[in-house]
């Protein structure tokens, strides 16, 4: 039987868009048993605005669920490196509207956890124990319903971000720098999605998202269009797939969504997905690669062999666009990222330096540092430690993380210390400034010095 997808207008208002969705199941009651708690994930990666789910649409999803007799709510998320899940909901509005609605609120970067080994790989990651125990320990989840609510946006790492790729939020912060290069990402998001699955998906395209996963708000209207969508089904890969297809994107140009439906996890070939609405509208292809629009008094530097857009080069250049174009920075410093570099790439270079990655440092670290003797020289280990690529980049443009977060000072540091006395493993920059360290473990930082190799597999292969 072919899986049906929707898409939805929200022109006429959204619980007759949430109807249009759960219609060809029979209607709600017939695709979330009665009694279940209903547990609603979505994209909340950050509180840049646009990045994250709208919350008008959670707003009037919990609503509509209460309205059909679902009194059983929770909202869970784990948001991206370098910030608590805490701080992001309280600027996003979604603590506001959970508690509304009297849903528990699960941040998922919080109190214990526990280790998984995914399919493929052999060093398990840690998961939040209560997503264990609701979505995975089979003598614990019965009752538990997963409803994925992602936004529709394309990713400069990963061409879209929708459903399957909404659980790239599950490993705890720090086990998601690894498999983060170009040949590795893919497959561990294919993975993640391989343990734990939706039972619904439902995805929001009211505004979508385009030229990377988080825009600038200076940039936002460029980087953003109305669709006024809702896309759902059961079957994810098949929700996904339209949904790529409506940003213009077929699923061969989504390696993780391939993989997924290459493994049986579901349907990615849109003939044999029935769609209701009307797809052949959407005839756009909108960007996925950033703007790339940086303070102009920075110089990059970048290796001729290597530079993953998955990994040092992408996630630098996103902090930096972010950073350059939404907070009133200093130029005037260096930013050295991949492997492959000639004598004169690294000649009279200006300002402070910070490099980013193992192949980086590896490569011409001593180089630099002797080179630049009289320099700061900040150095982030992984290429996917947003925390320290973060805490770097603001240290360099002398801007405070704290000001970076649209809350009154002393209530950002609340919430942070609230998190933290709920067993926050999320690491963060310093909130009043960034000193050297990128919040590595001894143990993390000694892997990668030894060369471990943040593009590859934790326990040093490739």
């Known amino acids: 039987m072919r899986p049906i997808v929707t898409i939805a207008d929200t022109a006429a208002g959204l619980p007759a868009a949430f109807d249009a969705i759960f219609a060809p199941y029979g209607g709600i009651a017939k695709v979330i048993p009665s009694g279940s708690k209903v547990h609603i994930k979505p994209n909340g990666v950050h509180f840049a605005a646009g990045a994250y789910t709208d919350p008008a649409v959670l707003d009037a999803l919990l609503t509509y669920l209460i309205d059909h007799g679902y009194n059983r709510l929770a909202?869970?998320?784990?948001?991206?490196?370098?910030?608590?899940?805490?701080?992001?909901?309280?600027?996003?509005?979604?603590?506001?509207?959970?508690?509304?609605h009297g849903a528990e609120l699960v941040y998922l970067d919080e109190g214990g956890t526990v280790p998984y080994t995914l399919e493929g790989e052999e060093v398990p990651i840690r998961i939040s124990r209560r997503l264990y125990e609701s979505f995975i320990d089979p003598s614990r989840h019965p009752g538990n319903f997963y409803l994925s609510l992602p936004k529709l946006k394309t990713h400069s790492m990963t061409t879209m971000t929708l459903g399957v790729k909404n659980q790239q939020a599950f490993p705890i912060d720090e086990d998601r720098m690894h498999f983060h290069g170009h040949e590795t990402l893919h497959p561990r998001l294919a993975r993640l999605y391989r343990m734990v699955q939706p039972d619904f998906c439902i995805i929001e395209g009211v505004t979508a998202i385009f030229n990377g996963h988080i825009p600038p708000t200076a940039l936002l209207r460029e980087s953003s269009v109305q669709l006024n969508v809702l896309i759902g089904g059961q079957d994810t890969v098949a929700v996904d797939t339209v949904g790529c297809k409506v940003m213009g994107y077929a699923i061969e140009e989504v390696e993780h969504l391939r993989l997924a439906a290459e493994w049986g996890l579901g349907e990615g070939q849109l003939d044999n997905i029935e769609v209701i609405g009307n797809l052949s509208r959407f005839r756009k292809r909108y960007p996925y690669a950033l703007l790339r629009r940086f303070h102009t008094d920075v110089r990059i530097v970048e290796g001729r062999e290597q530079a993953c857009v998955e990994g040092c080069k992408g996630n630098t250049e996103c902090v930096l666009e972010l950073l350059s174009n939404d907070y009133p920075g200093q130029g005037g410093f260096t930013i050295v990222f991949g492997k492959g570099f000639d004598d004169a790439d690294l000649e009279d270079l200006p300002g402070d330096i910070l490099m980013v990655g193992s192949c980086t440092i590896n490569d011409r670290g001593t180089d630099l540092r002797q080179r630049y003797r009289d320099r700061r020289i900040i150095e982030v280990e992984a290429s996917n430690d947003v925390r320290g690529i973060t805490a770097g980049v603001a240290t360099l443009m002398k801007i405070r993380p704290l000001d970076m977060v649209p809350l009154s000072p002393i209530r950002s540091l609340w919430i942070t210390l609230q998190a933290k006395l709920h067993g926050l493993n999320s690491r963060m920059p310093p909130l009043l400034g960034g000193p050297k360290s990128t919040g590595l473990s001894e143990a993390e930082r000694r892997w990668y010095r030894e060369g471990g190799g943040d593009c590859g597999r934790r326990d040093g292969t490739s």
């Open 75 to 100: 909202l869970m998320e784990n948001c991206t490196q370098g910030v608590a899940t805490r701080l992001v909901f309280e600027v996003n509005g979604y603590a506001d509207i959970a508690r509304q």
